[in-house]
Nanobody
Framework: QVQLVESGGGLVQAGGSLRLSCAASGSIFKLNTMEWYRQAPGKQRELVARITTGGNTNYADSVKGRFTISGDSAKNTVWLQMNSLKPEDTAVYYC??????????????WGQGTQVTVSS
């Protein structure tokens, strides 16, 4: 079992900043990727940002230049720094990770989600 625990969500005014954290723990032999997804009411879950253990990053076009994903592979922790927030960034943000567990099976785990609300 691999557990992901998120923190850092909240209410912020448009133009403000928030920093989300996600810590992975449990049966992790090799962690390949950690990602942030978000889901707004009535919409599909979408990928926001991804980071690999090699440090490669990818972002959704809607957040490029405003959000930054970073990680500490030694601590299996990833952060999402969100600047210049807009009301359309309002959503539940989920941490997701893929890798290999101690019995050398692939794992695919999700966090419980953290609410981000941006007021106009």
């Amino acid at each position: 079992q691999v557990q992901l625990v998120e923190s850092g969500g909240g209410l912020v005014q448009a133009g403000g900043s928030l920093r989300l954290s996600c810590a992975a723990s449990g049966s992790i032999f090799k962690l390949n990727t950690m990602e942030w997804y978000r889901q707004a009411p009535g919409k599909q879950r979408e990928l926001v940002a991804r980071i690999t253990t090699g440090g490669n990053t990818n972002y959704a076009d809607s957040v490029k230049g405003r959000f930054t994903i970073s990680g500490d592979s030694a601590k299996n922790t990833v952060w999402l720094q969100m600047n210049s927030l807009k009301p359309e960034d309002t959503a539940v943000y989920y941490c997701h990770s893929e890798g290999v567990n101690y019995v050398l099976r692939p794992y695919d785990s999700w966090g419980q989600g953290t609410q981000v609300t941006v007021s106009s």
